[in-house]
């Protein structure tokens, strides 16, 4: 992350290409999860590196770069979602049929709710350990087999059961102390 501090354009091209690969792999699981689409989650990735490398230099050497860099990525990403691009997931078309069709307060309620009960999921998976995440977001939002993540991962099928069971409990029993208050 030092690389960051310094001017990105006087770097060596293999060194930018490395640096942005490191970037993308650090942001892309959280950004992908948020939309559902790789497209896009590639958009905000390349939107936020570029945020990033312009304002890098400017940061104190002391900073926690990483949630750093995941904020600056997470905001890109809710700036995107913002400005309403056709291709997100969750559109506010969706919003105004579900409105028109039942027209009820409750309807709309409900929405906001699974909005904010979505949000609060999101952040309590990114608060999970990296295994734990990386392997929920394997199978739940990638629909990887456990075959397919136990090759990936080069450990047993069982190892992939036993590894999302006891992820499935620490991401339920964080969002209950979170979902509750």
Known sequence: ??????????????LQEWIYKEYSKLIYQDIYFMFQNHELAEDVVQDSFLKVI??????????????????VARNTAYDLYKKGKKYCHFT???VVINIDTHGSVSDVANLVENHIRNELLYET???????YRTF???FYIQKKSYRDIADAQCISEQAVAQLLSRARKKLFYSFSKVWDK
Request: proline share 2%; charged share 25%; aromatic share 8%.
């Open 136 to 138: 929920l977001i394997l």
């Open 1 to 14: 992350m030092y690389l960051l501090h310094s001017d990105f354009d006087s770097l060596d091209d293999s």
């Open 125 to 131: 998976l990114n608060g999970l350990n990296k295994k």
């Open 92 to 94: 506010q078309a969706k």
């Open 54 to 71: 312009t304002k890098a230099p400017y940061l104190k050497e002391n900073s926690n770069i990483k949630a750093w860099l995941r904020t």
